[in-house]
């Protein structure tokens, strides 16, 4: 058993509650154990000096501090028990002072120790107050020496030099240990609040970190309730213009007409919502991959074909050029990644324009490219282009809406599939984005 758990064996459950109080508790003990330890050798000390009031007393001051110890195991406040250990050592300390020649004893001196102890053990109060009365018991011997009182001197006088030399150095050894025992425990005390308040700092930083988080959040879930509110009211408002227009006419031609605008109109509203949905998705890490083997010239052609309805609304011509090459990446992803830069093409571009998509492909990557003849991107508006809701000066031509989320699922979606994407500010005319894929060993040229 160490000492620290000699010490805690003293202790009642109850202060481990309080860490305060632990700490008070734990000081006590300590100091307890080590004068009884300290006035079981000064035992021997009066023994061999035939002070036999001083051998009594020493026993009584071993037995007592041990006791004094102990009751800390009770729910006796500790601030009783610290005074108590005080005035042990102090009426031992001037019974033994008065019997041994008062001012002129070598245990005087020792009555110094008794505030002392006072302070380091119970309080700084209790520290003045035991001051005090050991300022007035000094004052006393002093006035008993100056009216020439002779106070009994009961240890063995013919060997004075020999007491003076053993019990003064007592006072600074014990004075010494129960320093040390106090600074000790303060210093772990300190230690372990410095750890404590680095932690509180750690989690100040966490919380701090996770309110941004949590704000940002909120805001974003704001911006898409304005963006649902804003963008799906016109769509849904012509929805319901157009049908009831549709109940009114008679025309087989006119109703086609009709119920294509609607279904155009609730395309556009669909897209609005796949791609909130689509972008919580992913912020929420749920996207599952389903690697495959694929000819990206093929896909290119699908997307193109998905959006040529769009293209032909402003008879735009999207030409693909370039090799087959292959790349081993999730279908579902690489076509929503091509939609969308080909819907942002074609909707950022005049009528009657060309969009083109080029393919080039060597042994290490495939990169594909979409460049429209619109109005471009402003380079001070570049490192916007990839963040959520973003809204740049250019419009789109043909009033189609946008919802600023496009650009920043096609980048997460490039991230997850093992691409990356960016925009080509050195292209010659309108806006250049290039989709680049680790290349597949099954590559083969046209």
């Known amino acids: 058993m160490n000492f620290s758990k000699l010490v805690d064996f003293f202790i009642h459950p109850s202060y481990h509650k309080d860490t305060l109080e632990l700490r008070k508790a734990r000081l006590f003990v300590r100091s307890a154990l080590l004068t009884s330890l300290f006035s079981n050798s000064y035992i021997w000390f009066s023994v ?69 102890l006072a302070l380091l053990v119970v309080n700084r109060m209790y520290g003045i107050i035991w001051g005090i009365l050991s300022f007035i018991v000094m004052l006393w011997f002093g006035w008993l020496a100056i009216k020439g009182v002779e106070l009994p001197t009961q240890y063995n006088t013919e060997m004075k030099t020999e007491w003076f030399v053993s019990v003064l150095p007592g006072l600074l050894l014990i004075i010494l240990v129960i320093s040390v025992v106090f600074e000790s425990v303060q210093t772990k005390a300190l230690n372990d609040l410095n750890i404590k308040n680095q932690q509180l700092e750690e989690q100040k930083e966490t919380i701090a970190d996770q309110s941004k988080k949590l704000e940002k959040l909120i805001d974003d879930k704001d911006h898409i309730i304005r963006i649902l509110a804003h963008d799906l009211k016109n769509p849904l408002a012509n929805i319901t213009t157009i049908s009831n227009i549709l109940k009114e006419e008679r025309e087989l031609d006119q109703q086609r007409k009709f119920i294509a605008m609607i279904e155009k109109v609730s395309a556009q509203a669909q897209g609005l919502v796949n791609n909130v949905l689509d972008m919580a998705t992913m912020d929420q890490g749920a996207i599952r ?3 495959e083997v694929l000819d990206v010239k093929k896909v290119v052609q699908g997307a193109v074909e998905t959006m040529s309805e769009q293209a032909k609304q402003k008879d735009i011509k999207i030409t693909v ?9 999730d279908r579902t992803y690489l076509l929503l990644i091509l939609e969308n830069l080909i819907s942002n093409a074609l909707k950022f571009s005049p009528q009657s324009t060309k969009v083109e998509i080029s393919i080039a492909a060597d042994d290490h990557k495939v990169q594909i490219k979409v460049m429209d003849e619109g109005p471009g991107i402003k380079p001070e508006e570049e490192d916007q282009l990839f963040e959520k809701f973003s809204k740049l000066s250019a419009r789109p031509t043909g009033q189609e809406s946008s919802s600023g989320l496009g650009l920043s699922l096609v980048k997460r979606y490039s991230e997850e599939i093992g691409g990356k994407v960016w925009y080509d500010r050195d292209a010659s005319k309108g806006a250049t984005f290039v989709l680049e894929l680790p290349s597949s060993k099954h590559s083969v040229d046209q």
């Open 289 to 291: 991959l389903i690697p």
């Open 48 to 116: 061999l000096f035939e002070f036999e009031l001083a051998v009594y007393l020493m026993i009584f001051n071993v037995l007592g501090f041990i006791c004094l110890a102990l009751l800390v195991k009770t729910r006796i406040p500790i601030l009783l028990i610290a005074n108590l250990y005080v005035l042990v050592g102090a009426t031992a300390v001037i019974l033994l002072a008065y019997y041994s020649g008062g001012v002129w004893s070598a245990l005087y001196p020792w009555i110094i120790s008794i505030p002392v």
């Open 321 to 329: 050029t370039g090799p087959v090459a292959m790349v081993n990446t």
